[in-house]
């Protein structure tokens, strides 16, 4: 007996630097993966289809094209997406608010995103603002961080808003039964840091249903110490770009050493496979894929410049969020914190 | 005809966690580099005396010792250090501010050093708010990013002071003319980031001595695109023990990739000495030391866990701190814009 299909997921095709170059392999190689998932890819049908390459039936037929010529831009302000009623990003999200797709994935002006998706899918009852979730990776797997950067100036019942909604992730996502929560702040003491993050402390232990470990510290990031980190947008954007940077760096880095000399040059020849795994260890792209919690629906953005494997991992990220009803769970815990 | 010393450099020799057995041969690798300095070690006799080794006459006969028995934990309430007027701590920074050295190096706790300095050495006028400031490595060098967490929730005057400061601090000590300061920010649109961030931009923009180069994100710490980046305390702290935090995690990860099979084992072994210098590069801690600006004296925090060769690099930054008669200029400066 076929599977039929559990989630369908809408991808907004032209987002991204490498628009449908990226995002429709990514999308073939999800639907030849997962035999339960379907996918409408929205843009330019021409474009769409001189990628569509030689795919079998039993993925082709899981794929409905909605055309679109019309383009939201990096260069769009966010409050003029509204008006682009026919761009791809647009007729993407909306298939979630009419109910014709369980997620959308965009790597398009996360601005515009924002904007669009608060617009059309709306929040959930409760939620002041939907913060920006992602995995960074961490010594043997990943944690939670959020927010990344879609609220800056978070007062301490935002930052509690943020635990409660990344607890929730971390049980859905990686099915982890009781995940540890820390605040990120200056140092671990109680007395460090700003009234606002002291206060979401309170919140955090005095919430049963919330596994609270304390404050954690920029470092601890990578050290599997929480499952979930939660911090103001301002702070996690900075944390997370940092991260990148250092990556960038190391790479980089790798590449110049084992130039500099004969030696060097042979010894990095024997060293690729080894130190190509370790650069793609420690790059936050890997775990593309950031979530904006607290809608009545899913959305993941990926990283604009993301590659296949990349993209693929954003849609993977959607199809878990949406089949396991992540966005109900918060809707119902919110509701429960908020009475 | 001998060099008569022009700097003396009071330590606070059991701050930190390995005290002696670190501060005190870093002092003796200085003064053996540096013939026109002076140290004053100031802690334990005894346990001094017993790192002295078999320096040479030209070391030992520029080196003072000062008794102290007692000394300030890092579980010390930063109030507390006020009154243990006994510590090392305490009577190095004493020094300084009796005029009878020109800096003082310490790897305690930090709020005790914060408390002390400003107490005993005073801030300069029109200074609200002393930060830290330290190189972080880039792709070919360093930049100086500060605040790294003296202060939390600064305003837009206080980043401003900083901008001024830091400018300061890489013309002295890196002989750069006109050095490039950036704001951190969470893009690199005008429109982008907080209040008070937005508010700094414009005051650094409208001082003609500042070379302001905008709006810089996490990512660019790293790609030389700034000699100074400016920012709140908390934010510059999540940043740099993020970044510690990664390039721990890069040397756990190689050792762990070179270690999975024979094959690695053995690249390994060959590449060790170009992954050895990798690790270095990127390790935030061998740009050890961080100066506290805008007192009335120099004063530069050590990493607590810093090697002899990370301590080194703080006394060479107080060194060349004092020596340039850093505080001086950033006094002139800033009574200049407080105007």
Redo the contacts between chains.
């Keep these: 007996m076929a599977l039929l299909p559990k989630v369908t997921i809408a991808i907004d095709v032209m987002g991204g630097d490498h628009g449908p170059r990226v995002t429709v392999p990514a999308a073939l190689n999800c639907l030849a993966d997962h035999p339960d998932i379907c996918i409408v890819l929205v843009g330019d049908e021409a474009l769409i289809s001189s990628n569509l390459g030689h795919s079998p039936p039993s993925v082709l037929s899981r794929i409905k094209i909605i055309h679109s010529d019309e383009l939201v831009t990096m260069d769009d302000k966010p409050i003029h997406a509204l008006r682009k009623k026919h761009s791809s990003m647009y007729l993407a999200i909306n298939l979630v608010a009419d109910g014709l797709a369980d997620a959308c994935v965009s790597a398009g002006n996360t601005g515009a995103l924002m904007v669009l998706s608060r617009s059309l899918l709306g929040m959930h009852e409760g939620i002041d603002r939907p913060p920006f979730v992602r995995e960074i990776p ?2 043997t797997g990943h944690c939670h961080v959020l927010d990344l ?1 879609a609220n ?2 978070c007062d301490a019942a935002h930052l509690y808003q943020f635990g409660v909604m990344g607890s929730i992730v971390s049980r859905v996502v990686d099915n982890k039964p009781n995940p540890r929560v820390g605040l ?1 702040n ?1 140092g671990q003491e109680e007395s460090k ?2 009234e606002q993050v002291k206060e979401a402390a309170q919140l955090l232990q005095q919430n049963p249903r919330i596994n609270y470990i304390g404050f954690v ?7 599997d110490e929480a499952d979930v980190i939660v ?1 103001d ?3 996690g ?14 790479g ?3 590449e110049r ?2 130039q ?1 000399n004969l030696y ?1 040059r042979v ?2 020849l ?2 690729k496979p ?1 130190l190509h ?2 650069v793609k ?2 790059d936050p792209k890997r775990h593309n894929g950031a979530s904006l919690l607290g809608l009545r629906g899913t959305l993941v953005k990926s990283h604009g410049n993301a590659d296949i494997a990349a993209y693929q991992h954003a849609i993977i990220r959607a199809m878990n969020e949406a089949s396991s009803g992540l966005p109900q769970l918060i809707q119902k815990e919110i509701s429960e914190i908020s009475l």
Excluded: P, W, Y
């Excluded at 510290?217 to 050290?223: K, R, S």
């Design positions: 961490t010594l950067g800056v100036g990120l200056v840091g700003i510290e920029g470092d601890h990031i990578f050290a911090c947008g301002f702070v954007n900075v944390a997370l770009k940092t991260s990148e940077g250092l990556a960038k760096m190391v980089r880095l790798l050493n084992f500099q060097a010894v990095g024997f060293s080894i795994k370790l260890q420690i």
